[in-house]
Nanobody, 119 residues
Framework: QVQLVESGGGLVQPGGSLRLSCTASGIFFSIYVVGWYRQAPGKQRELVATITSRNNTNYADSVKGRFTISRDNAKNTVYLQMNSLKPEDTAVYYC?????????????WGQGTQVTVSS
């Protein structure tokens, strides 16, 4: 059974930091592209950052320079370091793992972790 489990969310003041973790089980995690997405109330889910199996990264413009995605394949874990947090970063953050061609396409989601940025 495949599971992605997010952790590390919480309440933080503007300007603060959080580190989210996404730990996978049941899949060969290192070959997957892993992404962090977020969904704020009343808004569509949006891509925050991705990291490939070769550690190539991509970020949404709104988080560039503030967020850093990284992975530790030995721990089957991907991290999202979030610095200089703003109220507009408040959302449920989801982890996604996706396999791309030439692999058979598979995609998995975690259950989400709440991040609230407020004074």
């Amino acid at each position: 059974q495949v599971q992605l489990v997010e952790s590390g969310g919480g309440l933080v003041q503007p300007g603060g930091s959080l580190r989210l973790s996404c730990t996978a089980s049941g899949i060969f995690f290192s070959i997957y592209v892993v992404g962090w997405y977020r969904q704020a109330p009343g808004k569509q889910r949006e891509l925050v950052a991705t990291i490939t199996s070769r550690n190539n990264t991509n970020y949404a413009d709104s988080v560039k320079g503030r967020f850093t995605i990284s992975r530790d394949n030995a721990k089957n874990t991907v991290y999202l370091q979030m610095n200089s947090l703003k109220p507009e970063d408040t959302a449920v953050y989801y982890c996604n793992a996706e396999s791309l061609p030439p692999l058979l396409y598979q995609t998995y989601w975690g259950q989400g972790t709440q991040v609230t940025v407020s004074s």
